[in-house]
Nanobody, 122 residues
């Protein structure tokens, strides 16, 4: 059974940093990508970043390039999202997901975590 558990969200001031963690278990070799997505109130869920577990290839949405970094610890089965220079528009519920396709599209992912709230506000 695939299980994804996010942690690390919280309240941070603009310009601050947070590191999100996604602990994965039960993944079979079919799962080749872990993605981070976010959904703000009244908006659609959007892809933030994803990583292909086989070779570490990464993708970033334009809105987070140079500010966010995705990484993985294969030994611990954890994928991280380091978020720096946070802006109020980064406020959202952040989800991690596992999929069979290396993609930034939410519909391509099969299993989802419960989400963690990130609020950027002074």
């Amino acid at each position: 059974q695939v299980q994804l558990v996010e942690s690390g969200g919280g309240l941070v001031q603009p310009g601050g940093s947070l590191r999100l963690s996604c602990a994965a278990s039960g993944l079979t070799p079919d799962y080749i990508a872990i993605g981070w997505f976010r959904q703000a109130p009244g908006k659609e869920r959007e892809g933030v970043s994803c990583i292909r577990t086989s070779d570490g290839s990464t993708y970033y949405a334009d809105s987070v390039k140079a500010r966010f970094t995705i990484s993985r610890d294969n030994a611990k089965n954890i994928v991280y999202l380091q978020m720096n220079s946070l802006k109020p528009e980064d406020t959202a519920v952040y989800y991690c997901a596992a999929g069979w396709v290396y993609s930034a599209q939410p519909g391509d992912y099969r299993n989802w975590g419960q989400g963690t709230q990130v609020t950027v506000s002074s």
